[in-house]
């Protein structure tokens, strides 16, 4: 296919529809309208169904019923209604179903503003509904892997019957880029867990409640296996200008565009940065970081909120190198000049320090 | 000799109930399991069963079930629903889950006209939780949390949400009836048959109220809570058609 040039919020649909996403409901909420606004006109040209809910919870709760069917199914928010949708997300995961959602995050908490920001990571990663579960979380850096990474997302999601986040933001669901798509899906596996009329067979049933304690933990250690399996195989990050780094950024999204812009400046200025970029939020390419901090002793974590990923930075590097956070939360994108002075800052101190 | 009243095919046999003695569910489930059978409906339904006494209604219906979230059945439905066309799609809840936590899902899921089935099971409390009050509450009425009865200055009134959810254009049939006695009983089967046949005839979304017993929350016996709907609840939850636009659909 040839490359189009498109915004990040179309380009999360038409992959969908790739994918063979045949159903999406969702509710309007800023910055995120166009999504909704193009699977209403091009899912149901494809034979999809695309249903306006009456609230984000509604939705989710549509994407259950959808899913349930065997049915590849998205719905999509910005921050505030993704915390509504975080019961359905919950059920989803005890319940076992793949889903597909879309999170373009705004400035919070509570309404906040509408533009670009962070600061749904801690909800993203951690499970955000209630009960011991966990998201597979991707984050996209341009339109082209606002593109990919959706298309993927349903994979991952039916591959082991899991909800999947893909955590964009404002400025990626905004801005208009250059993209290539991937072909239209046509190979499904069959769902023989989905629900379609019990016909001469056995009646069977999808249920989150098992009051048997026993039986619930071993429900919930069945996940955490299911959990284990996802990190070992869908672990994803990109390494940029690492090898002979002397400081590394990390940072995920689009304040990875911002921080490669920066890198790339200090670099000319002879200061040798590198950049850890997780594609995979959860899991967390944590291990590639602990590798790196054997000859790296500076981790500058980069975010647009006010510390969050930086939690994870720390659990994985267990002490072994100083971390420099540096956010900009509430809606405000940082520049790349603004990055390139805390890098070179932070190499001069290494360099002090190692004199 | 024939056997004249058989194990309906789609209810589960060799379990023992959950429910409380003289409670109205297991009569609703022994009828949709009889309707299941007689319009041949059962192999094609997805059930959709709520949180509440009846979040177990898997144990005895043998059909396919969908376990829903607190009053988000007929979301679900809906997504079921529209992804399936084919199948036959219907939700089983309670008071507490379709008048109160799912109440915007309720209104939304009959005003889109959904082609789904709704059982309404109206007990005036919540019965699971162990008997507080419910939308339907009657006033006066006590429980674990209007102990001197429902007030209307602090608690509201009696929510009448099918009346309401009747005066939509999309709802096609709407009735409330009451599992109090044979005669209702009776009357009960007709009117979810009907909402059922609304259904399977594509005409929209139907919806059956059904009063029922909640002895051990009214704090009555079987009998007494049979009485109880008849001379109480139904004055202020009047039995009937509210609405049945059945001959309008098949006209257009």
């Known amino acids: 296919m040839n490359k189009i040039f498109m915004s990040g919020n179309h380009a999360f649909g038409e992959a969908a529809i790739r994918a063979g996403c045949r159903a999406y409901f969702g509710y309007p909420i800023t910055p995120q309208n166009e999504l909704g606004e193009y699977m209403s006109e091009n899912l149901t040209k494809a034979g999809g169904v695309f249903v306006q809910s009456e609230s984000e919870t509604a939705a989710i709760n549509m994407v259950v019923g959808a899913s349930s069917m065997g049915t590849r199914v998205m719905t999509s928010s910005s921050s505030p209604g993704i915390s509504l949708k975080q019961e359905g997300i919950s059920f989803l995961a005890g319940f076992q179903l793949p889903a597909v959602i879309i999170n373009v995050m705004r400035g919070g908490p509570g309404l906040g503003n509408i533009a670009p920001a962070q600061g749904d990571y801690f909800q993203a990663t951690r499970g955000g509904g209630h009960g011991d579960y966990r998201t597979p979380v991707l984050a996209p850096a341009s339109v082209q892997e606002v593109a990919d990474f959706t298309y993927w997302a349903f994979d991952i999601a039916d591959n082991y019957r899991t909800p999947v986040m893909v955590l964009g933001d404002g400025m990626l669901g905004q801005m208009k880029e250059p993209v290539v798509f991937p072909e239209m899906k046509k190979d499904f596996a069959e769902k023989e867990w989905a629900l379609k009329g019990r016909g001469d067979g056995p009646s069977r049933y999808l249920a989150s409640l098992i009051l048997d304690v026993n039986e619930m933990e071993r429900h919930n250690w069945m996940l955490v296996r299911k959990y284990q399996q996802i990190a070992r195989n869908e672990t994803r990050w990109e390494e940029f200008m690492t090898e002979d780094a002397k400081v590394i950024a990390v940072a995920y999204g689009t304040t990875a565009r911002i921080a490669k812009a920066a890198i790339k400046r200090v670099r000319k200025e002879g200061v040798p940065a590198g950049m850890i970029r997780p594609i995979t939020l959860w899991p967390f390419p944590g291990e590639i970081m602990k590798k790196t901090s054997k000859n790296i002793n500076t981790f500058v974590v980069f975010e647009m909120s006010t510390g969050q990923m930086v939690e994870d930075v720390r659990i994985a590097l267990e002490g072994d190198a100083r971390i420099v956070f540096h956010g900009r939360p509430g809606g405000v994108v940082p520049t790349p000049m603004e990055f390139a002075r805390i890098l070179y800052r932070e190499y001069e101190r290494e360099t002090k320090r190692t004199k | ?252």
């Open chain 2, 1 to 252: 000799m024939k056997q004249l009243n058989p194990w309906p095919r789609y209810y589960k046999k060799d379990v023992v109930t959950h429910y409380c003695p003289g409670c109205g569910h297991g009569i609703v489930h022994r009828i949709v399991a009889e309707l299941m059978e007689e319009m041949d409906l059962g192999k094609k339904a997805v059930c959709v069963n709520p949180a509440g006494c009846a979040v177990l209604a898997y144990l005895y219906l043998d059909i396919d079930m969908l376990e829903s979230a607190h009053g988000r059945g007929t979301a679900m439905a809906t997504g079921a629903k529209r992804v399936r066309p084919d199948l036959f799609v219907f939700t089983y809840q309670g008071d507490g889950d379709l008048s109160a936590i799912g109440t915007a899902e309720t209104i939304h899921s009959a005003n889109r006209g959904e082609h789904i089935s709704v059982i309404f099971i109206n007990n005036a409390v919540y019965g699971m939780t162990g008997g507080q009050m419910a939308p339907t509450t009657l006033l006066g009425q006590k429980t674990t949390t209007t102990v001197s009865g429902r007030n209307p200055r602090f608690d509201g009134y009696p929510l009448h949400i099918t009346d309401l959810v009747a005066t939509f254009p999309g709802v096609i049939y709407a009735e409330r009836v009451a599992v109090n006695g044979p005669a209702g009983i009776q009357r009960t089967k007709k009117a979810i048959r009907n909402a059922f046949q609304t259904q399977v005839d594509g005409l929209g979304y139907s919806i059956v109220e059904v009063l029922s017993p909640c002895p051990t929350n009214w704090k009555m016996t079987p009998r007494q809570s049979f009485d109880w709907i008849t001379d109480v609840m139904s004055k202020e939850f009047p039995l009937g058609v509210l609405t049945d636009k059945r001959q309008r659909s098949e006209e257009k």
